[in-house]
Structures are given as C-alpha cells and as structure tokens.
C-alpha cells in the first residue's frame, strides 16, 4: 500500500451510501453517490440542510466510513487504510475547513496555524503571519479564539487548513458567517488552491459562493447531480 505523501490527490466516490438511525428510524443521506474531482480542479456542491454534504466530506476525509461503495483517494481505496495511516494522510496531504471552526481554544490564533505547519515539521511562522494579514485578521495573531466573532473564527479556520498547501481541501461552508467582503478573500484562496493543482471540494448554501468554484453539483434526496 503506497505511503500518505505517496498518494495522488485525486477523489473519485463510487455508488457511496451512508444513513443514520433516527427516532424515525433508518434516514439514508447519502444513497449511491458517484463524485469524481480530478487535481486542480474546484467543485462546489449546494444542497438543502440535512442532505448530507458535511457526511460527503468526512468520508472523503476519512474521518467517517461510507456504509457502500468506494471511495478512492489518489487510487488508493480508503476503507482499507489504517487508522493512523488515515491520520498521517490528512495532516500531511488534507486541509479541512470545519463548518464549527474546530479551533484549540488554548492556542492563540497564531498557534493554531503553526499547529499542522509543526505536525508536519515545518517552522514557518512568516506563512501564518500573511495568511492572516491577507484575511484581515493581521491583528488578531495572538488573541484567542474565545474572543473572536463568529466570522473572525472562520477565517482562522480557512487559515489553518490553508497554511501547509494541502492537495486536497475540504471546505464546509467556508463563507457561511462572512458577509460578501470578508468572504472575497476566503473563495479567492481556494480558487487560488486549485490553481496550483490542489483538488477542492466545497459544501455550501451560497449560490454567489458556488459560482466560483469551476465545476457546481447539487446533493439532494441522497442522489449527486
């Protein structure tokens, strides 16, 4: 089996389902999905609340198992990897933007980014510093996260999963707390990410924000069109 830093970032899903029991018992989400995203390229899938796009992601991420199907990464079938191979495989190569910003509520916001720079043994507190400067936060570095809005954590979470130029990026509703000037910059970067050949897949509920992204997809009653 190849090594994380040896995996293609390309994402292909085949005929992916996953449900979830509830109290009115078995609600499936996601019901034969095929999805495939191929280096540098930007998708942005749109949908009603409780379609299961975030579940889309995680299992991209690997951070949750598809009940069916495939799900390959760079060729690579996930539900055979490993847990800590999955773990080392999403530090290195997977930059994940958090719909609940995720930050580590201990660690100033400059920490928080030097965290996955350190995970994988890079000290370059200059690339934090410009990507904060460039979300409009280059005065919030050593603040932490419990006194920041809502928008200003979001940009501190696009930030951390931008910060060690990951292959691929996972973006649930990056823009969703920001208003249209603050959320400028946010698409730009993960336009720029794809640019560079990093492959981007987006969940959200903006059409403007959608738009961007070269390729848009929509998820609804379990199905990918």
């Known amino acids: 089996m190849p090594q994380a830093d040896q995996i293609d970032p390309v ?3 085949s005929d992916v ?20 995203v191929r280096a540098g ?14 579940t889309l992601l995680n299992i991209v991420a690997a951070i949750e198992a598809a009940d069916a199907g495939s799900v390959r990464v760079g060729g690579v079938e996930l539900s055979g ?3 800590p191979a999955s773990t080392r495989f999403r530090r290195r190569h997977v930059g994940i933007v958090f719909q609940f910003f995720n930050l580590v509520p ?28 460039r979300l409009g936060l280059g005065d919030r570095g050593d603040s ?10 979001q940009r501190v979470g696009v930030a ?8 691929i990026v996972l973006a649930d509703e990056p823009s969703g707390n ?13 336009r720029e990410a794809a640019s560079r050949g990093s492959t981007v897949i987006m969940v959200t509920h903006s059409v403007a924000a959608a738009d961007v992204a070269g390729r848009r997809l929509t998820l609804h009653h379990g199905r990918l069109d």
């Open 178 to 190: 920001l208003d249209e000037a603050a959320g400028a910059p946010v698409l730009e970067l993960l």
């Open 41 to 54: 390229e930007f998708v942005a899938i749109t949908g009603p609340s409780g379609s299961g796009k975030s």
């Open 144 to 153: 932490f996260p419990d006194v920041l809005s809502g928008g200003e954590q």
């Open 160 to 167: 951390r999963a931008m910060v060690h130029a990951p292959a």
């Open 81 to 83: 990897v490993p847990e």
């Open 11 to 13: 994402v292909r899903l």
């Open 106 to 133: 201990t660690l100033t916001v400059r920490e928080n980014l030097l965290l996955p720079l350190r995970l994988n043994g890079i000290a370059d507190a200059k690339r934090a510093d410009a990507l904060l400067e």
């Open 17 to 36: 389902s996953k449900a979830y029991r509830d109290a009115t018992g078995l609600r499936r989400v996601l019901d034969g999905v095929d999805l495939d």
